[in-house]
């Protein structure tokens, strides 16, 4: 059997485009593989339960009777040692669990405005 002569470059011009257009599509058009969708499926579904979460965290410092100690500790504190510190005060910490979580007391953080903003 006989090809036609345009058989040979027609393929590896396929070829080529189809390469050009996966790495033109995985670059810069936004594609992206189901891995790396579910994990940024699952950071965006954690930040929205961390901003659910502020009220609470809110809710608990207001109803908290050391409120004022507490928040003049944190207002001392500056950098990460103020994160730490507001996971010690037990405000970040979800409703069920036992230890305190980080990007609750950041956010947590914000809501209280220590810095006067």
Request: aromatic share 8%; glycine share 12%; with cysteine.
């Amino acid at each position: 059997m006989t090809f036609p002569e345009w058989t040979k470059p027609g393929l590896y011009g396929a070829l080529g485009g189809a390469i050009a257009v996966s790495l033109l599509g995985f670059t810069w058009g936004g594609w992206t593989t189901s891995g790396n969708a579910e994990t940024m499926a699952q950071e965006f579904a954690s930040d929205e339960v961390t901003l659910a979460m502020v009220p609470v965290c809110l809710n608990r410092s207001a109803a908290d009777s050391e409120r004022t100690q507490k928040l003049a500790a944190l207002q001392e504190i500056s950098g990460f040692g103020r994160r730490t510190a507001m996971m010690e005060t037990g405000w970040a910490t979800y409703p069920g669990s036992d230890t305190p979580d980080r990007d609750l007391a950041d956010a947590c953080l914000a809501g209280l405005e220590l810095d006067g903003s």
